[in-house]
């Protein structure tokens, strides 16, 4: 393959994307979010760890909690704007995963506050297992919608190898949270407590 069809197919892949962000700050190339990216990974597997080999961690239990309530809210007004999105758009195949993703953030990111708020808040953080079911169910429904692209041959989405990539995603995620949740829970409980000495 030559660099003129290498342009080519990046051009023809451009032109799939949606033009009405075509426009929007990061949207018209993939360079600038992969700048980032590479920027990040960078910073976060060498750069930040050298520059704090000598120092003392930093204590983040405040700046946690604000932004675990901040996210929460965040995800609060996304679910609003993407249930509009796939109720009241076209578009509901793209929507509908967002729109899922952020209802079960907001729950996810309330227990993420009340445990940085320290040990004296852990008897309200008893519902852990079951965020993790509502993380499989999110997970189960959103292949279960996304599957509709293997029955509806005729359906011209815009883009539907995106489609295919979220559910290999989706369904790494289920595998991810089975081990997590047979690890935490079913795993645990099997095991035979210990004599106390």
């Not at 996304?78 to 729950?107: D, K, R, W, Y």
């Amino acid at each position: 393959m030559d660099l003129h069809s290498i342009l080519q197919l990046y051009d023809d892949w451009l032109k799939q994307g949606d033009p009405r962000v075509q426009d929007w700050l990061l949207m018209s190339s993939p360079f600038p979010q992969t700048l980032i990216i590479m920027v990040y990974i960078y910073f976060v597997k060498f750069l930040g760890p050298r520059l704090m080999e000598t120092r003392k961690p930093f204590e983040l239990k405040t700046v946690m909690i604000i932004y675990n309530v901040n996210i929460c809210a965040f995800c609060l007004y996304m679910f609003h704007e993407n249930q509009n999105a796939a109720c009241l758009s076209p578009g509901g195949m793209s929507t509908f995963q967002a729109l899922m993703n952020s209802g079960v953030h907001v729950i996810m990111y309330s227990y993420y506050a009340l445990a940085a708020m320290g040990p004296a808040y852990r008897t309200y953080l008893w519902w852990k297992k079951y965020l993790t079911i509502i993380q499989l169910t999110q997970f189960a429904v959103v292949m279960m919608h996304l599957s509709q692209i293997f029955l509806i041959w005729d359906c011209h989405y815009q883009c539907p190898w995106t489609l295919y990539i979220l559910c290999v995603l989706e369904i790494i995620f289920v595998f991810l949270f089975l081990d997590f949740y047979y690890r935490a829970y079913i795993k645990r409980r099997k095991q035979p407590k210990r004599a106390v000495v």
